[in-house]
């Protein structure tokens, strides 16, 4: 897994703590909230805000082209 002790996404050095470069969900928790957002690279990031700050907790490699939505064929 990657690090996530670093404030730049550490395939395109984008900063964390900027504005993402595209937010696709936000759901609010108990403690505040947590955002998927997608990095200029592709990278997958789910960030969570709470009243300590925002921390990127999970962050996925860099777009492979293949969905993961993706659904209904199966390839036989
Ligand atoms: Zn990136």
């Known amino acids: ?5 670093c404030t730049v996404c550490p395939h395109c ?3 964390d ?3 993402p470069f595209q937010v696709l969900s936000r759901h ?8 998927w957002t ?3 690279c592709g990278s997958l990031q789910v960030r ?3 009243g300590g700050g925002m921390r ?5 490699g860099p777009a492979s082209g293949s969905a993961p939505a ?6 036989r």
Request: charged share 20%.
């Open 1 to 5: 897994m990657i690090s996530t002790t």
């Open 13 to 15: 050095g984008w900063p």
């Open 17 to 19: 703590g900027g504005e």
């Open 28 to 35: 609010t928790t108990a403690t505040g909230r947590t955002e």
């Open 38 to 40: 997608r990095c200029g």
């Open 48 to 50: 969570v805000v709470d």
């Open 56 to 60: 990127v907790v999970s962050r996925s």
């Open 70 to 75: 993706r659904s209904g064929t199966a390839s």
